[in-house]
């Protein structure tokens, strides 16, 4: 038995190949102008799992590296802070060992030291209460807004401030201010009050240079301890910045097209496209029956 193959099927078939010829080229065309191999997810189910893991990761790195940064931004401001206080303790240093001079210097000089000593531990209270982005750098999570007082007290609170750099990696970024200026009667603002006392009252202020050495020494300590923090911090930084270009790497591998390849594929689907629609159109000619309707 043989099929009888009429106008119509011939019609019909043309037009689905037809159909199907433009289709697959309106898809090259969004193809081409979006760039992206992924339109939908059923595009590429895989590869649209594969890339919402990566966009997962990238976002994760991005979050690594801005708290990176916060993370430089408040240890340096830390590193700077400590740097001043050890000028402003040296200066004191400078200054105790010139009062000490008990038979060189009048009572009117020494009252000009304590009044230096005076303005000097004013801007070692101002540097202990910096700030990075309004909150103190010497306080911990305190919110009081200085990490001293006037009256000498410590806000500290026992929580530290950190961040995250890496998935099992946080970062301390603050400094107990407790252990880099002390608090209280054996603060280093207390001691400074001393000198200045002991200078108006006519002791001799020699006794207290050692532990004036025994706070700049606790002030490097610490400056070395946060720097080395610092360090870690920037050495993460330049691993989030390979990490983000390898990502992103593997993300135009999976979502982004090559656009050699897409244009070629595009003219290549225009000329079958338009052979097609030639070669139908030569085929499908009237017919007599098409006459006698």
């Known amino acids: 038995m043989v099929d009888r193959v009429t106008s119509q099927t011939r019609m019909a078939n043309s037009q689905f190949s037809l159909q199907s010829a433009a289709a697959l080229l309106a898809k090259l065309q969004d193809t081409a102008t979006s760039l992206k191999k992924i339109s939908t997810p059923s595009d590429d189910p895989t590869g649209t799992a594969d890339s919402m893991r990566i966009r997962a990761a990238q976002s994760q790195t991005a979050q690594f590296g801005r708290n990176g940064d916060d993370g430089i931004g408040w240890l340096a401001t830390v590193d700077a802070s400590l740097s001043a206080s050890t000028d402003i303790l040296r200066q004191v240093r400078d200054l105790t060992v010139q009062g000490a001079n008990d038979g060189a210097l009048s009572a009117t000089a020494k009252e000009a030291i304590a009044t230096a000593l005076e303005g000097l531990r004013s801007d070692l209270l101002g540097t202990a209460n910096a700030t990075y982005l ?5 306080a911990g999570s305190s919110d009081a807004g200085v990490a001293f007082r006037p009256d000498l007290s410590y806000t500290g609170t026992g929580a530290s401030v950190s961040r995250r750099i890496d998935t099992n990696v946080t970062v301390r970024v603050d400094v107990d201010g407790a252990a880099a200026y002390g608090t209280g009667a054996g603060s280093a603002f ?47 930084k330049d691993a989030i910045v390979s990490k983000t ?4 790497a593997q993300r135009a591998g999976i979502e982004d097209v090559d656009v050699g390849e897409i244009v070629i594929k595009l003219k290549q689907q225009e000329v079958t496209y338009q052979a097609a629609l030639a070669v139908t159109a030569r085929t499908l000619q009237p017919t007599l029956m098409d006459f006698l309707r």
Do not use: Y
């Open 245 to 248: 270009g390898t990502l992103e």
């Open 190 to 236: 207390a001691l400074i009050d001393t000198i200045i006392a002991d200078l108006r009252s006519g002791v001799n202020v020699g006794v207290s240079l050692a532990s004036i050495d025994s706070r700049m020494t606790a002030l490097l300590n610490i400056q070395t301890a946060a720097g080395a923090r610092q360090n870690q911090i920037t050495a993460a």
């Open 134 to 138: 309004g909150r103190t750098i010497f």
